[in-house]
């Protein structure tokens, strides 16, 4: 399991329940936590010491949050990111005609764009930049389509699945996601693209240093 982030007053919390659980873990602040984010919290710990990732960081339309502080916060991350070569858990909501400017000049990428929810012609773009694509329980909600077409066109090789716990709950549960549901997730992504996934999977975490 692999715990992100979301904002400096958690990053304690995600570092011992990782350590007490043996999860893997990601610190960075998420835009949803910007609205509340007080000037004396930093955007990113000094240290990232056992962090196996960046993140969540991102860019979200729906928080509220105005675009020049969200963009100012992403580049943070970004640029930690190409410096201690720790790959990024990106966090894109409504926003992607902005994100993918902003991101072309720190190409080649390392990291993933999370619970995909571009639309598929946008596919391409993130993996031309390095960048792998997950899905979570998004594809497996009755009338997914866009989700679908654009879990097809994610080549092998950049493929991810996840839980997005507590987020996007896989059918046929209601309520909070949890890593336990993955085995359903797998099960559809692996229908909708006609081939076995789990091997795959598999390498594209372990090259991300997410599984060891
Ligand atoms: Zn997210």
């Given at each position: 399991?692999?715990?992100?982030?979301?904002?400096?007053?958690?990053?304690?919390?995600?570092?011992?329940?990782?350590?007490?659980?043996?999860?893997?873990?990601?610190?960075?602040?998420?835009?949803?936590?910007?609205?509340?984010?007080?000037?004396?919290?930093?955007?990113?710990?000094?240290?990232?010491?056992?962090?196996?990732?960046?993140?969540?960081?991102?860019?979200?339309?729906?928080?509220?949050?105005?675009?020049?502080?969200?963009?100012?916060?992403?580049?943070?991350?970004?640029?930690?990111?190409?410096?201690?070569?720790?790959?990024?858990?990106?966090?894109?909501?409504?926003?992607?005609?902005?994100?993918l400017p902003l991101l072309r000049p720190y190409a080649p990428l390392r990291g993933v764009m999370h619970a995909y929810?571009?639309?598929?012609?946008?596919?391409?773009?993130?993996?031309?930049?390095?960048?792998?694509?997950?899905?979570?329980?998004?594809?497996?909600?009755?009338?997914?389509?866009?989700?679908?077409?654009?879990?097809?066109?994610?080549?092998?090789?950049?493929?991810?699945?996840?839980?997005?716990?507590?987020?996007?709950?896989?059918?046929?549960?209601?309520?909070?996601?949890?890593?336990?549901?993955?085995?359903?997730?797998?099960?559809?992504?692996?229908?909708?693209?006609?081939?076995?996934?789990?091997?795959?999977?598999?390498?594209?975490?372990?090259?991300?240093?997410?599984?060891?």
């Open positions: 399991m692999l715990i992100p982030s979301v904002d400096a007053a958690r990053w304690p919390t995600v570092r011992s329940i990782a350590k007490d659980f043996g999860c893997r873990f990601a610190l960075g602040t998420h835009p949803y936590a910007l609205a509340a984010h007080s000037p004396e919290d930093p955007f990113l710990p000094d240290d990232l010491t056992g962090a196996v990732a960046i993140g969540e960081c991102g860019l979200d339309g729906a928080v509220g949050v105005p675009w020049e502080l969200q963009e100012r916060v992403l580049r943070l991350h970004l640029e930690r990111s190409k410096d201690t070569d720790l790959p990024l858990i990106l966090h894109a909501y409504g926003c992607h005609n902005r994100l929810s571009g639309g598929p012609e946008l596919v391409s773009a993130y993996v031309k930049m390095g960048l792998h694509l997950s899905f979570g329980g998004a594809i497996t909600w009755e009338g997914a389509r866009k989700p679908l077409e654009s879990l097809r066109r994610v080549p092998r090789h950049r493929l991810l699945l996840e839980s997005d716990g507590p987020d996007q709950c896989p059918r046929p549960w209601k309520g909070r996601s949890e890593p336990a549901y993955l085995p359903e997730i797998l099960r559809v992504a692996e229908q909708v693209r006609g081939e076995p996934l789990a091997e795959a999977l598999w390498e594209n975490a372990h090259g991300l240093g997410w599984i060891s």
